[in-house]
Nanobody, 123 residues
Framework: QVQLVESGGGLVQAGGSLRLSCAAS????????MGWFRQAPGKERECVAA????????YYADSVKGRFTISRDVPRNTVYLQMISLKPEDTAVYYC????????????????WGQGTQVTVSS
């Protein structure tokens, strides 16, 4: 059974940095695209970054380009999201996600979710 466990969220001031980690287990992750979604109160869950397991292809939402970097450590089955220059509008619950579907950015195509980690950016 696939499990995704996030860590690294917290409270940070605007302009600060955080790194989220997602440890994956229970699957053959060379078959999976992985990444991060976020959901703010009253808003839909949106994809912020994605990566295939070979790390050849990455995706970033326009709102985070140049500030967020997704990466993966294949031997550790871990995906990271480095976030810099954080803004109050980045405040949300961040979810690790994994799917074998091509269209990763659509939340309906995600097969596995982590439990979520809160990121709060104060102004």
């Amino acid at each position: 059974q696939v499990q995704l466990v996030e860590s690294g969220g917290g409270l940070v001031q605007a302009g600060g940095s955080l790194r989220l980690s997602c440890a994956a287990s229970g699957g053959t992750f060379s078959m999976y695209r992985m990444g991060w979604f976020r959901q703010a109160p009253g808003k839909e869950r949106e994809c912020v970054a994605a990566i295939n397991w070979s790390a050849v292809n990455t995706y970033y939402a326009d709102s985070v380009k140049g500030r967020f970097t997704i990466s993966r450590d294949v031997p550790r089955n871990t995906v990271y999201l480095q976030m810099i220059s954080l803004k109050p509008e980045d405040t949300a619950v961040y979810y690790c996600a994994a799917t074998r579907n091509v269209a990763f950015v659509n939340a309906a195509n995600i097969e596995h979710w982590g439990q979520g980690t809160q990121v709060t950016v104060s102004s």
